[in-house]
């Protein structure tokens, strides 16, 4: 609920207050953005000046109260007298914008440029401000608990502003806090720093063309000492996928100035008279139960503001995808034995990965050509789309539309769409990206890509980008919103094609792709416990239902590790999952495995994709209402480990549930020579008889049921102990390295208690 009383603007969600005033200078005041409050507690949180701050520059000469350099504001000007970081730049020409009008409205208010927006019940706080020869509209948007803002300027002058900088939001929030950002490159996406931020700017920055998987646009501030579960914590995001910036610093007077929006390195825009340029939307949540009741408040609004409508809360099927396991290598005859061996797997949908077009047969070639490669394809993709429909499974293709290889037709004919500078071409991965500013470009993609979906019966597309810009420059921003026009003209009007974006994995997981396509991939690392950081990074901002979580092989291509099948399963569940790897040699007892992950995922896939997530100290929860499903994953085994607790969140202290473990199995050849122990003859460990006991033979591993009530299940349930040297028994937990387990608990008989 947005109100205006008594000169104060309260916006309203049942657990976030934003209370913003005009002050006497016009200038807008941030009063409070935090708990729940009134907008008649507007006084509780105004700040004055006192007699000022000696010699701060003064808006009204001799009104010492008349310092903007001091002022707690939502959005400021620039050489003007707050020396803090400016949301606007003017190309070194001063800026200063005061109120001009308002208007609250039903809904949100249109993007006119074409960017993506949230959307949803929503109302809208629309502020002019103006100065000669301009006008700034600050719009803030109230999505139950979390707000958006942007802003939208216009040239109302006679002549050029040229525009280098503006930022969607600008915060002055009082008191000392931490920032925490999502760091890291291909195959180590989202490492989580946090940093105090004390009086010298600490940013979070891309200027690779895209929010990148260096620095991703989400990030977070919170108070010292806040945990999961208390705490004042602020998530801020972006409706976004170019560069972006984010800063904040601490003032002498105590305020934090937080500001976000597209990175001014290199921008530049000619506004002429009448032109307007619009920043994209940034989003900012609070809450004051930690950074888990920060997540929460996250995941609601993208599954239910964010994605597209169509795919909100509908289930993900299991996918199997012949990237890692085919890499280049394939045509029809191996990809529809793939297919047979992961229909019986359980998989419910096939995704061709690279490789299927042009002469496409390595990263060198083919990238731009949307022509089938015949020799690998004798009857076409429709002949193999065909194929496996007929199994009763779904078809999806990979496409990189945005890219193009010299070494490929299109080139050929139009080396002029290449984006390239006046020096040599940089190439990235042996290719050049499209420039999607121009509207031949786009219309080549749109038609091309638009016609296979249309010719093929396809049900789900991976739009993949692998390479940085170079050459963009201050285009970037244009290049941004060609994309999204790109991705409109093709999706919208084909909903029931689930979208997975990926950019290298990671590279561009951001609101911005999110409001195309529900799915992105998470990372080309697929190592579980690279994963387990990754994932659990991303949660902190994004809903596991946007995670493309899949199993592939041990040891792992990107890290050597060698991990359980069994942790690989229970750490691909915590999202959308799929197989990616060669099904060919898999062994009986793993496929027998990989089927009752699979039918094990189908029965609970609502809960883990839709549930809500809860990181624990030892592992990840997710709960739905009577059904809570929990994992504790271990990295490194320690000799005599001591009691493990499992601490539950979120259930009904009163009602009682019943906890049970998810069996799993050992495998045999993991004791090598240790079987002598338990087994009735003396085995060779390097020898046939080993590995044939390996191949057939499992052990149950400790399992563990109990009934208890939601308060004793809160407070921790003592798990079974673990291995500590003493031999193999089912009374206990044998983890190795890298183990796993899950844990079902069921609400008893919830119609009852309820
Ligand atoms: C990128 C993606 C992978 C795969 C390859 C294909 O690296 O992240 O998942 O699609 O491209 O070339």
């Given at each position: 609920m947005i109100e205006y009383k008594s000169g104060v603007f309260g916006l309203h969600g049942d657990r976030v207050s934003c209370l913003l005033r005009v002050n006497p200078y016009g200038l807008l005041e941030l009063l409070h953005f935090g708990p729940s409050v009134r907008t008649e507690d507007a006084d509780a949180f105004l700040l004055t000046p006192g007699l000022g701050w000696g010699e701060s520059i003064l808006l009204t000469e001799n009104d010492t109260a008349s310092?903007?350099?001091?002022?707690?504001?939502?959005?400021?000007?620039?050489?003007r007298g707050d020396y803090r970081e400016s949301p606007l730049s003017f190309g070194g020409q001063p800026t200063d914008f005061r109120y001009a009008s308002h208007e609250i409205i039903?809904?949100?208010?249109?993007?006119?440029?074409?960017?993506?927006?949230?959307?949803?019940?929503?109302?809208?706080?629309?502020?002019?401000?103006?100065?000669?020869?301009?006008?700034?509209?600050?719009?803030?948007?109230?999505?139950?608990?979390?707000?958006?803002?942007?802003?939208?300027?216009?040239?109302?002058?006679?002549?050029?502003?040229?525009?280098?900088?503006?930022?969607?939001?600008?915060?002055?929030?009082?008191g000392d806090y931490e920032m925490t950002t999502f760091d890291g490159g291909w195959i180590a996406e989202m490492r989580k720093h946090t940093v105090p931020v004390l009086d010298s700017r600490v940013v979070n920055e891309s200027v690779t063309g895209f929010s990148s998987h260096r620095h991703n646009p989400g990030f977070l501030l919170?108070?010292?000492?806040?945990?999961?579960?208390?705490?004042?914590?602020?998530?801020?995001?972006?409706?976004?996928?170019?560069?972006?910036?984010?800063?904040?610093?601490?003032?002498?007077?105590?305020?934090?100035?937080?500001?976000?929006?597209?990175?001014?390195?290199?921008?530049?825009?000619?506004?002429?008279?009448?032109?307007?340029?619009?920043?994209?939307?940034?989003?900012?949540?609070?809450?004051?139960?930690?950074?888990?009741?920060?997540?929460?408040?996250?995941?609601?609004?993208v599954n239910t503001c964010i994605v597209p409508n169509h795919w909100q809360n509908r289930p993900?099927?299991?996918?199997?995808?012949?990237?890692?396991?085919?890499?280049?290598?394939?045509?029809?005859?191996?990809?529809?034995?793939?297919?047979?061996?992961?229909?019986?797997?359980?998989?419910?949908?096939?995704?061709?990965?690279?490789?299927?077009?042009?002469?496409?047969?390595?990263?060198?070639?083919?990238?731009?050509?949307?022509?089938?490669?015949?020799?690998?394809?004798?009857?076409?993709?429709?002949?193999?789309?065909?194929?496996?429909?007929?199994?009763?499974?779904?078809?999806?293709?990979?496409?990189?539309?945005?890219?193009?290889?010299?070494?490929?037709?299109?080139?050929?004919?139009?080396?002029?769409?290449?984006?390239?500078?006046?020096?040599?071409?940089?190439?990235?991965?042996?290719?050049?990206?499209?420039?999607?500013?121009?509207?031949?470009?786009?219309?080549?993609?749109?038609?091309?890509?638009s016609h296979i979906l249309d010719t093929v019966s396809i049900t789900y597309v991976k739009w993949d980008m692998n390479r940085h810009s170079i050459a963009l420059g201050a285009k970037a921003h244009d290049y941004v919103l060609g994309l999204y026009e790109v991705l409109d003209r093709i999706f919208t009007p084909r909903p029931h094609i689930l979208l997975e974006s990926c950019s290298s994995g990671g590279n561009r997981f951001d609101l911005g792709m999110l409001c195309y396509g529900p799915q992105i991939w998470c990372s080309d690392d697929t190592d579980p416990i690279e994963r387990l950081s990754i994932q659990e990074n991303l949660s902190y901002l994004y809903p596991q239902s946007t995670f493309g979580a899949h199993v592939s092989t041990a040891p792992h291509a990107q890290t050597l590790r060698n991990t359980p099948l069994a942790t690989r399963g229970n750490v691909s569940f915590f999202g959308c999952l799929g197989y990616e790897l060669d099904l060919k040699h898999l062994l009986g007892i793993e496929i027998t495995q990989i089927k009752e992950q699979i039918a094990f995922y189908k029965q609970y896939r609502h809960v883990f994709q839709y549930g809500s997530f809860y990181r624990l100290s030892n592992g990840w929860q997710v709960t739905n209402g009577s059904t809570t499903l929990a994992a504790t994953f271990r990295k490194l085994v320690s000799a005599a480990p001591g009691y493990e607790t499992l601490k539950l969140k979120g259930l009904q202290r009163e009602a009682t549930y019943r906890f049970r473990t998810n069996p799993q199995k050992l495998r045999v050849g993991q004791f090598s020579s240790l079987v002598k122990h338990v087994a009735p003859v003396d085995l060779n460990p390097?020898?046939?008889?080993?590995?044939?006991?390996?191949?057939?033979?499992?052990?149950?591993?400790?399992?563990?049921a109990?009934?208890?009530?939601?308060?004793?299940?809160?407070?921790?349930?003592?798990?079974?102990?673990?291995?500590?040297?003493?031999?193999?028994?089912?009374?206990?937990?044998?983890?190795?390295?890298?183990?796993?387990?899950?844990?079902?608990i069921e609400e008893d008989d919830p119609c009852e208690t309820s």
């Open positions: 310092c903007p350099d001091v002022m707690p504001l939502a959005w400021s000007g620039s050489g039903d809904g949100t208010v249109p993007t006119v440029s074409g960017l993506p927006q949230a959307r949803g019940n929503a109302q809208t706080l629309a502020i002019t401000m103006e100065q000669p020869g301009a006008q700034l509209i600050l719009y803030f948007t109230l999505f139950g608990n979390v707000l958006t803002r942007r802003a939208y300027l216009k040239n109302t002058g006679e002549s050029s502003i040229t525009l280098t900088k503006i930022m969607s939001n600008l915060m002055d929030l009082p919170s108070a010292p000492g806040a945990s999961e579960t208390e705490g004042w914590v602020y998530g801020f995001n972006l409706v976004y996928s170019g560069n972006h910036y984010a800063a904040a610093q601490r003032s002498l007077q105590g305020l934090t100035r937080v500001v976000q929006g597209v990175s001014p390195t290199e921008f530049l825009r000619e506004l002429h008279p009448g032109e307007d340029f619009e920043s994209p939307e940034a989003v900012i949540a609070f809450s004051d139960c930690g950074f888990g009741g920060l997540s929460e408040i996250m995941h609601r609004f993900r099927p299991v996918l199997f995808n012949n990237w890692e396991g085919c890499m280049f290598d394939f045509n029809h005859r191996r990809l529809v034995n793939l297919a047979k061996d992961a229909k019986a797997l359980g998989c419910e949908l096939f995704v061709l990965d690279d490789g299927w077009f042009g002469k496409r047969d390595s990263d060198t070639a083919g990238l731009g050509d949307y022509t089938v490669n015949k020799n690998k394809f004798p009857h076409g993709l429709s002949g193999l789309a065909k194929k496996i429909r007929t199994m009763g499974m779904e078809f999806g293709l990979w496409f990189e539309p945005e890219s193009v290889n010299v070494d490929s037709e299109l080139y050929r004919r139009h080396p002029d769409w290449a984006l390239t500078d006046s020096f040599e071409p940089l190439f990235s991965r042996h290719q050049l990206l499209l420039d999607l500013t121009r509207v031949d470009v786009r219309d080549y993609i749109v038609e091309n890509v390097n020898g046939v008889l080993l590995r044939l006991a390996d191949r057939h033979i499992t052990l149950p591993d400790g399992e563990q109990l009934t208890a009530s939601g308060a004793a299940l809160m407070a921790g349930v003592r798990l079974l102990p673990l291995f500590r040297g003493t031999g193999y028994d089912t009374s206990q937990r044998t983890l190795t390295d890298f183990g796993s387990e899950l844990y079902i």
